[in-house]
């Protein structure tokens, strides 16, 4: 059953309920001695007709506006965390309790001020008492703290931070990119992945693109994506805070970064630089991938098939599993075999390291 059909059910339901206490309505009209009897009848028609216009016109907005905004709010409670919940109960209920002190002296105030006062004033403590519990959830770990007979020392504050793992918000890019996958399987990313909606919004719109590679290249972020929700060790979440005062992207990321203190987790060089200037913290896959690339000191022998002609006259070209590429010197005569090489030098670049090495028993 879609919307309409559900839309026009309650349409009807609610004509038939409404008319029904209107004929009820109208027949109560005839304890009143100045109507005619012969106009009973006529009013208690028009009295129905008019109340099953009425549920016709009104029940949808009286029934499915609440219904709809009650379903939105148990989707939103679902992403809220546990901790946000516990404290904005803690929150309420204390707010109640000292609500309820202050209404007792309220309440012998002449009436109808001694009735309804006390009830404002406890509900004023409770909202009060919510609203800054869920605002400040943190307040509620601070009291735990500060009453706790733990020694305060750099064990227990090490174990602290260890227990509360650091949000994690994922770029489009490093969606994309495709290797967090991998790396959450590794189990060494500590933490919970955050992809915010406005994140996932770019990733639909890549994936709708008119063009073939932007398209494919968006297709392949929505399973990555769809994979660390299925498969990653790394609990993944949802969120839909957005930033409405910021208009790009990387902008709205780095400003939610802020705001929840948490780290991105990217490979988009430029958003990397522009975080760093504004103090946030930066996870750059292609920082970690030349990190744990093979390290190779000068005299060290490998081997390595070579593959193509270098850019210099005489050399070759290979590369390591790793990827790292590998500038054979007077290697030309080389390519398509594989041989035993000597480093010469290795050099780190922008683009990552490089490593020159020349034949095992030529000169250098």
Sequence with gaps: MNSKQVRTLFRIVGALVLGSLGIALGSQLGLFPVIPTS???????????????????????????????FRRFIDHVDSVPAAVILAGAAGLFAGLAFGAIAAYPVSHLPEPLGQFLPFFIAAAFGYAGLTIMVA???????????????????????????????????????????????????GFVQGELVVPLFVLNELQHVADSADTLRRNRGRRGLEILRQLQEESPVPVRLVDEDMPTVREVDDK??????????????????????????????????????AVKTVLLPGETFTLHVLQEGKEYNQGVGYLDD???????????YIGTTIDLTVNKVLQTAAGRMIFARPNGSES
């Design 136 to 186: 400040r959830p943190d307040l509620l770990q601070g009291l735990r703290d500060r009453f706790s007979f733990r020694e305060p020392g750099p064990e227990s504050d090490k174990a602290e931070a260890t227990a509360t793992p650091m949000g994690i918000l994922l770029d489009t890019s490093v969606i994309i990119d495709g290797r967090i996958a991998d790396i959450c399987r590794t």
């Design 39 to 69: 106009a009973y009848q006529w009013i208690m028609a028009l009295a129905g007709l008019a109340g099953g216009v009425l549920g016709w016109i009104f029940t949808p907005r009286l029934v499915l506006r609440p219904f709809n905004r």
């Design 253 to 290: 990321l780095i400003a939610l970064a802020k705001e929840m203190d948490a780290a991105i987790l990217t490979n988009d060089y430029n958003l990397n630089r522009v975080a760093e200037l504004q103090s946030v913290r930066v996870l750059n896959v292609n920082e970690l991938a030349n």
């Design 323 to 333: 990827g790292t590429m590998v500038v054979v010197e007077d290697g030309i005569s």
